[in-house]
């Protein structure tokens, strides 16, 4: 079976794009009369862009703290009951900030038609309904959540997404003018997440001739981004973040992760390390399983003058680890893609344990 996968509805791409979201959101029939939520990045409280909100007093705005722990379960049950307790239902949902604000959106959206707590639907195809109307607005580029069928939630028991066609934003708006703000070290590891993307989802037995196409144009504009002449952070280079985002996003929808984002979640989860912060942590010790990957990364460290922290596994107890080992060896279909079908003899709980010990 080839992967069939639920796309964007509507995307615009653009500097300024952001103030065509009033008209996008009026568009609907279903706007008037009902009343928007707008999900947005604490970092934005104050800003310019605040005041550039298509809020109308009926609206709901609201300020979220993404730091320093990825979105919860417990969060998303929390103020899907608290909204519709005291408003009811929304007439749409937009999410502006980063993969975390992303998700929450998309969560959310989802969890205002779906009864009960969401860690019933962490898995695949589990959400019973379609979700409210919901726009994604990125404002940090990298990790492809503005493009993936998946909304990733930490509950008690996993790190899983709710994943299904419904997750998928209706509309995005990609405005490069957004991320200019990112301060350099978030900017160099939520890009590299986009960089790792395109090379796990080119080196793994599901990789294809759809999903090479996308990672080979996102790694050209990573090189151009992170390494080439002309790299480093600037305005043509935020255009070109944004597309390279997107395109690691589809390069992995249509063909998987690997080792590297097995290992990550290990780190999330466990040790509760933000998403792309933790791929490069892993990555650096990947070069038997990616050479020219992990070696293209550290000159990318370099022309940055990104450092990573080492001995990290020292401060560890052998519990974590083994937590760690377990969550990793618990995504079968990254292994799969990684090591093939014969995964299960090369890839055990205690061979996870060992890469581990490399960090
Ligand atoms: P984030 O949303 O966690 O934000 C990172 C930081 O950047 C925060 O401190 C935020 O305040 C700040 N920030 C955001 N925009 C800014 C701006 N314009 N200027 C200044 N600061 C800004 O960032 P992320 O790395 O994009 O997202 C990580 C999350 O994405 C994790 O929760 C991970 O699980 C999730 N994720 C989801 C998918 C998916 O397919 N759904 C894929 C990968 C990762
Ligand atoms: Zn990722």
Redesign the pocket.
């Known amino acids: 079976m080839q992967k069939n996968i639920k796309n964007i509805d509507k995307l615009v791409f653009g500097r300024g794009s952001f103030d065509q979201l009033e008209s996008i959101l009026s568009s609907r029939p279903e706007d008037e009369g009902g009343y928007r939520i707008f999900l947005v990045?604490?970092?934005?409280k104050g800003k310019e862009l605040e005041s550039r909100l298509p809020a109308r007093p009926v609206d709901h705005v609201q300020f979220i703290?993404?730091?320093p722990a990825?979105?919860t379960t417990d969060q998303i049950d929390g103020l899907r009951d608290e909204i519709l307790n005291s408003r009811g239902l929304p007439s749409s949902v937009t999410g502006i900030?980063?993969?975390?604000?992303?998700?929450i959106a998309?969560a959310l959206s989802l969890m205002f038609t779906n009864e009960g707590s969401s860690t019933r639907y962490q898995g695949l195809n589990l959400i019973q309904r379609p979700g409210v109307y919901h726009v994604g607005v990125?404002?940090?580029?990298?990790?492809?959540?503005e493009v993936?069928?998946?909304?990733?939630l930490?509950g008690p028991e996993k790190?899983l997404?709710l994943k299904c066609d419904w997750t998928v934003f209706n509309q995005v708006v990609l405005d490069p003018e957004?991320?200019?703000?990112?301060?350099m070290d978030?900017w160099f590891?939520?890009g590299m997440?986009t960089y790792i993307h395109c090379i796990e989802s080119e080196q793994g037995s599901l990789n294809n001739a759809f999903s090479h196409a996308y990672a080979e144009e996102s790694l050209k504009l990573c090189r151009e981004i992170f390494l080439c002449q002309g790299a480093g952070k600037k305005p043509e280079n935020d255009d070109k973040l944004m597309v390279a985002s997107l395109m690691g996003?589809l390069s992995l929808s249509y063909s998987e992760v690997g080792v590297c984002h097995a290992l990550s979640y290990g780190l999330?989860k466990i040790l509760g390390e933000?998403?792309?912060y933790a791929n490069c942590l892993a990555f650096q010790h990947l070069g038997d399983y990616y050479p020219e990957g992990v070696s293209e990364f550290q000159q990318m460290m370099n022309k940055q003058g990104i450092a990573l922290p080492q001995g990290l596994s020292k401060g560890w107890s052998e519990e974590e680890m083994m937590a760690m080992s377990r969550v990793a060896y618990n995504l079968p279909h990254m292994w799969l893609h990684a090591a093939g079908t014969g995964w299960k003899d090369k890839i055990t709980p205690d061979s996870i344990y060992s890469l581990y010990q490399r960090f």
């Open positions: 990045d604490h970092y934005f703290d993404v730091d990825e979105p900030g980063g993969g975390s604000i992303l998700d998309k990125p404002t940090i580029s990298g990790t492809g959540a993936s069928t998946t909304a990733v930490t790190k997404g957004l991320i200019a703000s990112v301060p978030k590891y939520t997440d996003g999330s933000k998403h792309c």
